[in-house]
Nanobody, 112 residues
Framework: QVHLVESGGGLVQPGGSLRLSCAAS????????VSWDRQTPGKEREMVAD????????SYADSVKGRFTISRDAAKNMVYHQMTSLIPEDTAVYYC?????WGRGTQVTVSS
């Protein structure tokens, strides 16, 4: 059974940074499609960054390109999401996804 636990969310000022972590069990992240998605009230969940394949091909939503970086650690079976230059529009619940399973999410709030 796949189990994902996100951590690292919180309140940050505009321009600040956060790193989200996703601890995975029951699945090998290095062999799986992984992504970070986010959702705000009243809106559909959207993918902001994903990674797949042997060569770790990455893609990003236009709204976060140059500011967010997805990565994974095979030894620790973890997925990470480094977010920089945060803006209020980045406020959302962020979800880790591995293969077809999401975690429960972690709240990120960008506010002064």
């Amino acid at each position: 059974q796949v189990h994902l636990v996100e951590s690292g969310g919180g309140l940050v000022q505009p321009g600040g940074s956060l790193r989200l972590s996703c601890a995975a069990s029951g699945v090998t992240v290095s062999r799986s499609y992984v992504s970070w998605d986010r959702q705000t009230p009243g809106k559909e969940r959207e993918m902001v960054a994903d990674m797949f394949g042997f060569f770790d091909v990455r893609s990003y939503a236009d709204s976060v390109k140059g500011r967010f970086t997805i990565s994974r650690d095979a030894a620790k079976n973890m997925v990470y999401h480094q977010m920089t230059s945060l803006i209020p529009e980045d406020t959302a619940v962020y979800y880790c996804k591995v293969s077809n399973t999401w975690g429960r999410g972690t709240q990120v709030t960008v506010s002064s």
